[in-house]
């Protein structure tokens, strides 16, 4: 059922079945942190109207793609490091350290979960986090705050320090193979939960995407929290079609 004139109601349904839970899983996408200052992908003004995004062959194929994708990670920066969690992180925080919830999955890679004070093994991250570096060789950590004044002085980012592979923020690209253990924790994550909660996400980009439909399949309840139709709102038990920063607002019911 939606819920858009009247909230109200939806968000009562949506305590109670809090309430009668044993296992909720939250699955959040850019949406949840456009509070916090981090633009998402598809909305209006958002990150794909201004960058198609670079595919992961071309970054691996071209150096001027490499130069592209870093100096375009470098702008989003000062973004980044001034985010702070909103309501929406606040209120996963809360149903992680109750208990309620095993873990958050999430399409973003913005480390505002972790930020937040979840343990960073109860983040399962299905895109990966764009606050540091992984080698695409040999996947050494590397810090961005090292890369960049290296960047900047020679306008690309240095190899490796153990192989000299290319360094590459911790995201997965476009073309890119999928991060195989956090997907089998999210698919597990979705088949094991009693309320599946998609916040944020526009549930267009696969196989992420699939993950609330998994769930439904394996007898959970459904709930989406976004201001926009998705393609599985008709498989939603209850839609709560708003802003997350006023759904999730500290509430003590949810
Ligand atoms: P998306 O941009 O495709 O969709 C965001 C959805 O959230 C939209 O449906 C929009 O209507 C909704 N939304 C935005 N702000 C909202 C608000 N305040 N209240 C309610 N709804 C709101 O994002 P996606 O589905 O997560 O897919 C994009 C991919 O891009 C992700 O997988 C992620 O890897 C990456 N990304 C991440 C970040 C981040 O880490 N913060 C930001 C941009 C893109």
């Excluded at 980012?157 to 991060?179: E, H, N, R, V, Y």
């Excluded at 309320?195 to 993950?211: T, Y």
């Excluded at 959970?220 to 393609?231: G, K, Y």
Aim: glycine share 8%.
């Amino acid at each position: 059922m939606v819920f858009d004139d009247d909230l109200k109601q939806g968000l009562a349904a949506f305590a109670a079945l809090l309430d009668a839970s044993d296992t909720v899983v939250p699955f959040t996408g850019a949406g949840i942190s456009t509070d916090s200052g981090i633009p998402d992908f598809r909305s209006p003004g958002g990150l794909w109207t201004r960058n198609k995004p670079i595919p992961f062959d071309a970054f691996l194929a071209s150096a001027e793609a490499r130069r592209e994708a870093w100096q375009r990670r470098f702008a989003m920066d000062a973004a980044f490091t001034a985010a702070r969690p909103g309501p929406g992180h606040r209120t996963i925080a809360r149903w992680v350290a109750s208990g309620l919830s095993p873990a958050v999955i999430t399409q973003n890679i913005d480390n505002l979960h972790q930020d937040s004070g979840v343990a960073t093994e109860s983040v399962v991250e299905v895109h990966g986090n764009t606050t540091y570096a992984t080698c695409l060789s040999c996947g050494r950590r590397h810090e961005l705050s090292w890369i960049r004044p290296l960047f900047e002085a020679h306008g690309e980012a240095p190899d490796c320090q153990a192989c000299g592979g290319l360094l590459k923020t911790a995201t997965i690209s476009f073309g890119q193979a999928m991060p195989q253990e956090a997907m089998r924790r999210a698919g597990e994550l979705a088949r094991r939960c009693d309320v599946f909660v998609a916040i944020g996400s526009s549930l267009v980009v696969h196989p992420a995407a699939g993950l609330p439909l998994i769930a439904r399949e394996s007898g959970a309840w459904l709930v989406i929290i976004n201001r926009e139709p998705t393609p599985c709102d008709e498989a939603a038990d209850i839609v709560l079609r708003g802003e997350i920063g006023s759904i999730l607002n500290d509430r003590a019911d949810l």
